[in-house]
């Protein structure tokens, strides 16, 4: 396995061009970043704007949440909709590796596979109204089946179940959202190209082996550095590895072999102030970003109030190839106000004149945000 060993500010300015924000909407396009990226996870909480809209704005040329809307449901649609492992965007190219995953999960009854005996009156009702009626949200209809427990522990309707199974097995697809809701219909209406996969022979699927190999090396490329498991080995073996040591750290990080060459060389400073999404693939790895950016960071949307200890949904700020800070912000659509309730600088950073880049920073995610003030709490 081959060794190169680069300095932080090597590994920084690596991960930084390898997830597109070297330069500010620098892709032309939101079909350029999911396939830049491997995929965009998506979000459903509208804090300032929903996850997969603030991983885009930063990398998409003009990019405003309709693109994506075009990207995944419009005519040309080139992104689809799937658990990787947590739902995400991926390139229509991809969908014939899940292809396996979803005709099995109709084989066995469970909870997320194949449907048990009393729901399958209901799969049927709800087929036969999306064969009447076109795109339905299970939150509109099919409330006469009753309600049950989502996995969230919240209540749902069981036709939602029913629905998110079938979907799952590829026999539904997403037509459209709103406001990030889905309406599902037959899958060879929403995407009539995906749905004949599901009518190909095994033979002319990729095989198992193949699709593990695509899909880790998927996975594992859109980490960039990464710790590669036991079973990444296995699947994909030594030579697709090379061992990054980082100055500074005992502990070797590691790229995928195709990626090698991008990473001697590296380093210096890239301009500019962006603020990231709390799942943006740069800091989705916490270890990675406490080891190479010296920066402690936690998405604390999901932690007790009493426990935060920087906010709700907290956006780090990196700037000129560091991460520097943390602005916690939410839109007020009653007064049309983005609200940053606080700014948390790290030691040793120039406060005054990042101030003045942040919120010119701010004054842009305004404008992307449609409101009309901005107020920067003291």
């Known amino acids: 396995m081959q060794t190169i060993r680069i300095t932080k500010d090597a590994a920084r300015a690596f991960l930084i061009r390898a997830f597109a924000l070297d330069s500010w909407q620098s892709l032309p396009d939101t079909e350029s970043a999911i396939k830049a990226l491997e995929f965009v996870q998506e979000d459903s909480i509208p804090i300032c704007g929903r996850m997969h809209e603030l991983i885009l704005w930063p990398r998409v040329k003009d990019y405003a949440p309709e693109k994506l809307t075009e990207t995944l449901y419009g005519t040309s649609a080139s992104a689809f909709e799937i658990h990787f492992p947590n739902l995400a965007a991926l390139p229509r190219a991809d969908y014939p590796y899940f292809v396996h995953r979803k005709k099995a999960r109709q084989t066995e009854p469970g909870r997320w596979q194949g449907l048990f005996p009393e729901e399958e009156p209901v799969a049927a009702a709800f087929l036969e109204a999306l064969d009447t009626h076109g795109p339905l949200s299970t939150r509109r209809h099919g409330n006469e089946f009753g309600h049950m427990r ?8 069981v036709v939602s179940q029913v629905a998110e199974k079938l979907w799952l097995q590829g026999v539904l697809g997403i037509a459209h959202r709103k406001n990030f809701e889905r309406y599902f219909d037959r899958l060879e209406r929403v995407a009539p190209e995906l749905a004949a996969w599901h009518q190909k022979d095994a033979s002319e699927l990729p095989d198992p082996t193949e699709t593990a190999r695509y899909l880790a090396r998927k996975r594992l490329k859109a980490k960039a550095l990464f710790r590669p498991g036991r079973d990444d080995k296995a699947t994909l073996g030594e030579s697709a590895f090379c061992k990054v040591e980082i100055e500074g750290l005992t502990k070797p990080w590691y790229c995928l072999t195709e990626d090698a060459s991008l990473l001697p060389g590296l380093g210096g400073e890239i301009e500019g102030l962006r603020l990231l999404a709390p799942l943006d693939p740069l800091v989705y790895d916490r270890q990675r970003t406490r080891e190479i ?42 007064t049309d106000t983005l609200q940053v309730l606080s700014v948390l600088w790290e030691p040793g950073v120039d406060v005054e004149s990042l101030s003045k880049l942040l919120e010119r920073q701010l004054e842009e995610f305004s404008g992307f945000l449609g409101v009309s003030q901005l107020h920067i709490c003291k």
């Not at 989502?150 to 309707?157: F, K, P, V, Y």
């Open 293 to 334: 950016f010296d920066f402690d960071y936690t998405w604390e949307v999901y932690v007790p109030a009493a426990k935060r200890k920087w906010g709700y949904y907290v956006l780090p700020i990196l700037h000129n190839g560091k991460l520097v800070g943390r602005v916690d912000p939410k839109r007020d659509t009653k």
């Open 150 to 157: 989502s996995g969230w522990g919240t209540q749902a309707t």
